[in-house]
């Protein structure tokens, strides 16, 4: 059992900054990958980032390298680091985690609303 709770969302003015939490309690042992998706009203999930027990991240192209992930030295805590925000970026962010094998489990957070508006 694994259960991730997301922080930080909210509302922001284009051109701002936030940061997202993300804390992992339960059988953290078992997680490799941790990282961040993010759906917007009418349209797909995406990835935004990810981040291994080794600090490798990834990033999806999307995010025009305005977003850093990183990962406590604990490994059961994620951030997401969000520059320069624009509208676009507005959509629920999900936290997940998972393990080292593509069919381990993964697992999700609730989401956290970001608004980025006037």
């Known amino acids: 059992q694994v259960q991730l709770v997301e922080s930080g969302g909210g509302l922001v003015q284009p051109g701002g900054s936030l940061r997202l939490s993300c804390a992992a309690s339960?059988?953290?042992?078992?997680?490799?990958?941790m990282g961040w998706y993010r759906q917007a009203p009418g349209k797909q999930r995406e990835l935004v980032a990810t981040?291994?027990?080794?600090?490798?991240?990834n990033y999806a192209d999307s995010i025009q390298g305005r977003f850093t992930i990183s990962r406590d030295n604990a490994g059961d805590t994620v951030y997401l680091q969000g520059n320069i925000l624009k509208p676009e970026d507005t959509a629920v962010y999900y936290c997940?985690?998972?393990?080292?094998?593509?069919?381990?489990?993964?697992?999700w957070g609730q989401g956290t609303q970001v608004t980025v508006s006037s």
């Open positions: 997940y985690a998972k393990g080292d094998s593509m069919f381990s489990k993964t697992y």
């Open positions: 339960g059988s953290i042992y078992s997680i490799n990958t």
């Open positions: 981040i291994t027990r080794g600090r490798s991240t």
